[in-house]
């Protein structure tokens, strides 16, 4: 620890600093779990003038990001944090980093609703990707109170969770496999619903990447098993 | 600058804990290109061994980006760096993310491949797949020469070949759609063969970013204009 931090006027400064970035963090969280709700209810209602507002929105979470990254490196710089709030810190950071990457993927799903309202709407489809929308915007709103009361056991949930995402993810995956199969019209609008899928599971990974932060703020350490596997497409779809 | 920075020997010190960082991200670099460039090959040649070697190689690249993390995290705890020094830092926490991202890509390249030699070739699109790599490999040596050079220029030229890049990728999207069109028995290799394509455009996308960490560490500030646009699929798909 280093002598500034001895002084308690100036660790009461480092918390309140600490405190101003997670509330820049929670803020962020709050507009990815809106975007990423709004991606899919766009896609669902064929609403082209919500994903445009979804696709706009994006630049509000990127600046957010840029602030936490500033605020953070001011305040690793000035308050020269002992090992344990550097790794706060460093979490932080992290986090900022998949919100960013989460609010990336909803405008990328916001960006094929544009291209997908043109084509004939796939039975059914919108429908379960609101669904699987929807499971991750929950993992995601746990992830954040996990986060805000370093609760390693709600982390835990959200991570085991992600498996549910992933299986959601691998049905749809086949059933775009059947549609395209069963008529070539159907090809290009499955590749967009396709990716759309994707990127709902990455964003899952990204909340479960959240989450082991969370684990090891708690805990001290990283969850010591595997993490849940993601994409099974890669082995599976060779046999469907 | 904190105290402990004033004194030459510590400051010394400092340096040579950043080179040993600086050199384990090169090892990371230099595992990670030939990763890619072994991952296009193994689905070229239709060789299984060498693309279930790169699949298990992806462990070292994991395990160094571990050691740089704990490295970079010890250095900021024991040094306390100033300012400029922080940036250096967190800079080279951000270039072995995107290099250990870079290695998830071509492991889940490589994966894809066990299934592919399965299916019957798509005609040339291994060849345009592995040109693809080749392409990115290339951008991904200059940046590591960029970023120990500090190379501002270098990294500059590594950030615009990224479009050509990603006009790789359009055409060989463009060229997927076809032959799933032309025959439905196609979709599914070509299913894996897109996604083996956008992973690699993603590495691009990577590379940008740690070639652009590099502008940053030469220059003090990030490149201006915004960054080239990585997949135009979303908004050209459509008119396909």
Redesign the interface.
């Known amino acids: 620890m ?2 500034v931090m001895k002084d308690p006027h100036i660790v009461k400064s480092y918390d309140r600093d600490l405190e101003s970035i997670q509330a820049l963090i929670m803020k962020m969280g709050g507009l990815v779990e809106t975007a990423i709700l709004e991606a899919a209810n766009s896609l669902e209602a064929r609403d082209e003038e919500l994903a445009e507002r979804v696709r706009k929105g994006d630049k509000a979470i990127d600046a957010l990001e840029e602030k936490v990254n500033e605020e953070a ?1 001011r305040l ?2 000035l308050r ?4 344990g709030d ?2 706060t810190v ?1 979490s932080v ?1 992290k986090i900022s980093a998949n919100l960013e990457r989460c609010g990336d993927y909803a405008k ?1 799903m916001a ?2 609703t ?2 997908l309202v ?2 004939a709407p796939m039975e059914g489809s919108a429908g379960a990707i609101r669904r699987m929308a929807k499971a991750v915007e929950l993992m995601l709103k746990d992830a954040l109170d996990a986060y805000i009361q370093r609760d390693a056991e709600l982390a835990e949930d959200v991570r085991q969770r992600d498996l549910e995402v992933d299986q959601m993810y691998n049905a749809l995956f086949r059933e775009f ?1 059947t549609f ?2 069963e008529d ?1 019209r159907n ?2 609008a499955c ?2 619903l ?2 759309i899928a994707k990127n709902i599971e990455r964003m899952g990974d990204h909340v479960t990447s959240m989450a082991e932060q969370v684990i090891y703020l708690a805990t001290g350490h990283l969850p010591e098993d595997e993490r849940p596997k993601a ?1 099974r497409t ?2 599976d ?2 046999r ?1």
């Open positions: 280093s002598d490196a690793l710089a020269q944090p002992s090992a550097l790794r460093l950071m990328n960006k094929r544009g291209v043109q084509m496999l395209m199969m070539p090809i290009t590749m967009h396709h990716f994409d890669s082995v779809a060779g469907s």
